[in-house]
C-alpha cells in the first residue's frame, strides 16, 4: 500500500532562518506531486505541484521554492522565511494521468516568529 | 477562476442525527470533486471522490452526490456520531491539470 511521509512535524523558525520541509511517498512510481499551504483563517491553497522530477509548477508567487530530487521525494524550501509564511504545510500524491483522488501527508505546522 | 463555497460554515448536532453538508462551485467544467475529513492538527483524509460523469458515492454511512450543472455537491452523513466531529472540505479538480481547490470547509460537532 502506498504510504506519504512529512518531516518535520512541527518547526519554530524566526524570520530570515532558510526552511526545508520534506516529504517522500512509498508504494508508488512516478506520482504527481503537491505542496499546499493552509493559513489560519484562510482556505487550503495549491503551492507547487509536479508531474516528475525537474517538472515542477508554481500556482502564486512567494517566498518559497520547490524541488523533487528524485521521483518519490518533494522538497519545500525558502531561503528567507518571512512571517506570512507561518501555516499549516501539506505535501499530496496522486496516480499520475488524470481525474485520481489526492492523498494526503500529516503535515509541518510551521511557525515563524 | 474556480471558487468552491461551503455552508454552513459550522455545524452542531446531537449524535444520531442525519445531516447534510453543501458545498457550492462557480465553473461547472470540473473533472472530479472529492471530500475530505480534517482532524484538528491533522492532514487530510479522503472520504469520497465523484468522477464528473458520476451522480453519486457511497461509502458506509456517508454519501455524495454531485450535481454538476448546477454547481453543487452535498455530503451526506446518516446516524452521526461523535467520532465523525471534524472538518469537511470540498475541493474540485478543473479540467487542465488535477490541481484541486478547496473550499473553507463545514466545521462538524457531534454532541453525546
Known amino acids: 500500500s502506498q504510504t506519504i511521509h512529512q518531516w518535520p512535524a512541527t518547526l519554530v523558525q524566526p524570520v530570515g532562518s532558510p526552511l526545508s520541509l520534506e516529504c517522500t511517498v512509498e508504494g508508488t512510481s512516478n506520482p504527481n506531486l503537491y505542496w499546499y499551504r493552509q493559513a489560519a483563517g484562510r482556505g487550503l491553497q495549491l503551492l507547487f505541484y509536479?508531474?516528475?522530477?525537474?517538472?515542477i509548477s508554481s500556482e502564486v508567487p512567494q517566498n518559497l521554492s520547490a524541488s523533487r530530487p528524485q521521483d518519490r521525494q518533494f522538497i519545500l524550501s525558502s531561503k528567507k522565511l518571512l512571517l506570512s509564511d507561518s501555516g499549516f504545510y501539506l505535501c499530496a500524491w496522486s496516480t499520475s494521468g488524470g481525474g485520481y483522488e489526492q492523498y494526503f501527508g500529516p503535515g509541518t505546522r510551521l511557525t515563524v516568529t | 477562476k474556480q471558487e468552491v463555497t461551503q455552508i454552513p460554515a459550522a455545524l452542531s448536532v446531537p449524535e444520531g442525527e442525519n445531516l447534510v453538508l453543501n458545498c457550492s462551485f462557480t465553473d461547472s467544467a470540473i473533472y472530479n470533486l472529492q471530500w475530505f475529513r480534517q482532524d484538528p492538527g491533522k492532514g487530510l483524509t479522503s472520504l469520497l471522490l465523484?468522477?464528473?460523469?458520476?451522480r453519486e458515492q457511497t461509502s458506509g454511512r456517508l454519501n455524495a452526490s454531485l450535481d454538476k450543472s448546477s454547481g453543487r455537491s452535498t455530503l451526506y452523513i446518516a446516524a452521526s456520531q461523535p467520532g465523525d466531529s471534524a472538518t469537511y472540505l470540498c475541493?474540485?479538480?478543473?479540467?487542465?491539470?488535477?490541481?484541486?481547490?478547496f473550499g473553507t470547509g463545514t466545521r462538524l460537532l457531534v454532541s453525546p
Open positions: 465523484i468522477q464528473s460523469s458520476q
Open positions: 509536479s508531474i516528475g522530477i525537474d517538472q
Open positions: 475541493a474540485v479538480t478543473g479540467t487542465g491539470f488535477q490541481k484541486l481547490v
